[in-house]
């Protein structure tokens, strides 16, 4: 285990016009750990996700990865922005699970597990059909390979597209509100996988989502967002038994209550 963070945001802020969406952040998130973000709509969660695949370009600041810059690139000593030949290698350990599958419906399951892991990894299509089929075997689908997104439900939709993403082998998976789209019947099925991710690989996963008592129990640090900003975090039994901001508080009781 290293000291060195696997993922570091170093004063990063993200801005619309005159919307400062993430306000100077930092977070370091240590090889392995598993951190949920939480907070209300538009405090800027699902950014910080979307700058960590780079969807979003950042105003300020340097997002590193395993101790290499992600946004930026060494040149005479200097960082410089990336162009995107640096930016694709270091992405390349990140993978990420949105709220809508984005899974290509025109392929089967298996198919969109090989598609990238072929065309972008170079891998042998023998090679990650065997992948594919191990990981849509590890999330209860080894009977629907063959199925297109049409003909699977939500939650089967939501699987594939948790196996397509480690297919890829990355280091580091960011769920982005993975359960938010599906029927709540559906829900327990997907969070079951994402457990199983985290007990059985060696993974730095990142998180935001609006079940409580799942980042409750999963999570190793819990980040509570306020208006781009890191309001507070601790361990789970720490933030929602005994929270120490009044603005963690109110938020607390409000999605507690709701729940």
């Not at 922005?81 to 699970?97: N, S, T």
């Not at 198919?111 to 590890?138: D, H």
């Not at 709540?184 to 008592?213: A, S």
Request: neutral net charge; charged residues 25%.
């Amino acid at each position: 285990m290293t000291d060195q963070p696997m993922v570091r945001f170093d004063n990063v802020s993200k801005r619309y016009g005159p919307l400062t969406v993430l306000d100077g952040l930092n977070l370091d998130i240590m090889r392995g750990e598993k951190v949920s973000v939480i907070g209300p709509s538009g405090s800027g969660k699902t950014t910080v996700l979307r700058m960590l695949m780079t969807l979003e370009k950042i105003n300020d600041g340097v997002i590193w990865v395993e101790g290499e810059p992600l946004t930026h690139m060494e040149r005479n000593g200097k960082l410089v922005p990336a162009d995107l030949a640096h930016v694709r290698r270091v992405r390349g350990k990140i993978g990420m699970v949105f709220q809508s599958f984005n899974l290509f419906p025109h392929m089967t399951a298996m198919q969109n597990c090989i598609e990238a892991p072929v065309t972008v990894l170079g891998m042998k299509r023998a090679e990650a059909e065997a992948r594919a089929a191990e990981l849509l075997g590890m999330v209860g689908l080894s009977q629907k390979k063959d199925h297109y997104p049409s003909q699977l439900s939500g939650g089967q939709q939501q699987r594939v597209a948790i196996a397509r993403a480690l297919a890829m082998r990355p280091k580091i998976m960011l769920f982005d509100e993975v359960t938010s789209a599906l029927d709540p019947e559906l829900v327990g099925e997907v969070l079951q996988v994402i457990r199983q991710i985290g007990r059985e690989h060696d993974l730095t996963m990142l998180m935001v989502t609006h079940q409580m008592g799942f980042a409750r129990e999963f999570s190793d640090r819990v980040c509570f967002f306020y208006q781009g900003k890191i309001c507070e975090q601790g361990p789970p039994a720490e933030l929602f038994g005994a929270p120490k901001n009044e603005r963690t508080r109110q938020f607390l009781n409000a999605v507690l209550e709701a729940g």
